[in-house]
């Protein structure tokens, strides 16, 4: 009886995980300057990587994401985007 149930676990499982991609063409295209970082994150995700830092009147953040060949890089500055460049 496990090794009926097994495999219908792991197709599942497979499935539930599979739908929680967040980090997608459609989710990238609804990102929009001025957003915060909260709501980027409610559609993409966590980022794979951030930097923060202050440079003169820069006081920003960076997210990267990569998932195999989709790449993307956002700059927040005081919370709010203001540039998205991605190859999705």
Do not use: H
């Given at each position: 009886?496990?090794?009926?149930?097994?495999?219908?676990?792991?197709?599942?499982?497979?499935?539930?995980?599979?739908?929680?991609?967040?980090?997608?063409p459609?989710?990238?295209?609804?990102?929009?300057?001025?957003?915060?970082?909260e709501?980027?994150?409610?559609?993409?995700?966590?980022?794979?990587?951030?930097?923060?830092?202050?440079?003169?009147?820069?006081?920003?953040?960076?997210?990267?994401?990569?998932?195999?060949?989709?790449?993307?890089?956002?700059?927040?500055?005081?919370?709010?985007?203001?540039?998205?460049?991605?190859?999705?």
């Amino acid at each position: 009886m496990t090794t009926r149930i097994a495999p219908l676990f792991l197709i599942c499982l497979s499935l539930l995980f599979s739908s929680c991609e967040k980090f997608t063409p459609e989710n990238f295209a609804k990102v929009q300057t001025n957003q915060t970082e909260e709501e980027v994150r409610k559609l993409l995700g966590p980022p794979t990587s951030m930097s923060s830092g202050s440079f003169l009147v820069f006081n920003g953040t960076i997210y990267k994401y990569e998932k195999g060949n989709k790449k993307a890089t956002l700059v927040f500055n005081d919370g709010k985007l203001v540039f998205k460049q991605g190859e999705l």
